[in-house]
């Protein structure tokens, strides 16, 4: 069975620090381009980063740029988002999933999901 399970999400003051882990099993991970989106009350889902299978292509929405960072871990069969710098505006439940397809347009991500976990609650509030 395809299983993705989020976590590290909590509540961070604004300039704060987390990191994400998507954790998977049932299959092999480094088969696939990971997306990570989230999902805020009232607001439509963003696509916040994106990485390829061979880990040689990386995206990342405007919103996040130069605070967030995706890698992965195959051999832990893991995917991490680091995100520092955090902002109020950051606060959603977090997604990750797999991707079948990536578009990178204006600033922003649209990705094609395939599977994702039950997302991991992040809250920037002081």
């Known amino acids: 069975q395809v299983q993705l399970v989020e976590s590290g999400g909590g509540l961070v003051q604004p300039g704060g620090s987390l990191r994400l882990s998507c954790a998977a099993s049932?299959?092999?991970?480094?088969?696939?381009?990971i997306g990570w989106f989230r999902q805020a009350p009232g607001k439509e889902r963003e696509g916040v980063s994106y990485i390829s299978r061979a880990d040689g292509v990386k995206y990342y929405a405007d919103t996040v740029k130069d605070r967030f960072t995706i890698s992965r871990d195959n051999g832990k069969n893991t995917v991490y988002l680091q995100m520092n710098s955090l902002k109020p505006e950051d606060t959603a439940v977090y997604y990750c999933?797999?991707?079948?397809?990536?578009?990178?347009?204006?600033?922003?991500?649209?990705?094609?999901?395939?599977?994702w976990g039950q997302g991991t609650q992040v809250t920037v509030s002081s």
């Open positions: 999933a797999t991707v079948s397809k990536i578009t990178v347009r204006d600033g922003r991500l649209s990705g094609t999901y395939d599977y």
């Open positions: 049932g299959f092999t991970l480094d088969y696939y381009a």
